[in-house]
Structure formats: C-alpha cells, structure tokens
C-alpha cells in the first residue's frame, strides 16, 4: 500500500502567525472612502429584505447610469441600507431608482437625513 504523507497540524501554524488581517471586501467596503464628493442615500430595503451589496450596486448601475466602481461606502442594516454615490449623481439616482424594485420589493429611496437632505 501507498505510505500516506506525513500530516501536519495546520491550526498550530495559525496561531503562530497571529490575528488575521480583516478580508478585502468585507470589512473595509465600509471603510472605504471615495476621493470625491459624496452624498449618503437611505434606501427603504435591508437585510430582512434579503438586500445584498451588489443588489444595490446593480439597482443604482443598472437604473441610474451611475458606474459600479463610482458608488462608495454601503452599509445594509436589517430594515434600511446607506449607499453613497457622487453627490453630483444623487439626484439621477433618486430619481431612477423610484418605482423600481430590489429583490422583488418596492424602492424607497431619499438622501440621507444626517446628510442635511
């Protein structure tokens, strides 16, 4: 018969090399911040809805023109998301995403109201 390789223990290796760096894309979308001039939107749709980031994405891509890497920061609690998009597109954004729908579910969508809107 084959002789097996010799197993190593890899979780000793792991706590060798300390805490891990947060993973690209899931920590630091929220950290991320665009170089330009932004405006927060609160869209009436979160977790509970099934929202995901690139539901957004494609919603405000798809519907408003706006390109995916142009769109900033999105934090999707359970019953609301905050996206930031280029403030000189939020308007267009507001504008195309009323009346369209995210995961089967009406869009509401306005600034939002720490942004002074």
Do not use: M, Y
């Amino acid at each position: 018969p084959r002789d097996e390789p010799a197993r190593r223990d890899l979780r000793d290796e792991d706590a060798a090399r300390g805490p891990r760096a947060p993973r690209f894309g899931v920590h630091a979308r929220e950290e991320r911040r665009p170089q330009w001039n932004t405006t927060r939107l609160f869209i009436g749709l979160g977790r509970i809805a099934g929202v995901r980031p690139g539901d957004l994405v494609g919603a405000i891509a798809n519907e408003a023109g706006v390109p995916g890497h142009a769109i900033g920061g999105i934090q999707i609690a359970d019953r609301f998301s905050l996206v930031e998009v280029p403030a000189e597109a939020a308007e267009q954004v507001l504008q195309a995403l009323r009346g369209t729908t995210i995961r089967g579910r009406r869009v509401f969508a306005r600034r939002d109201r720490d942004e002074g809107g």
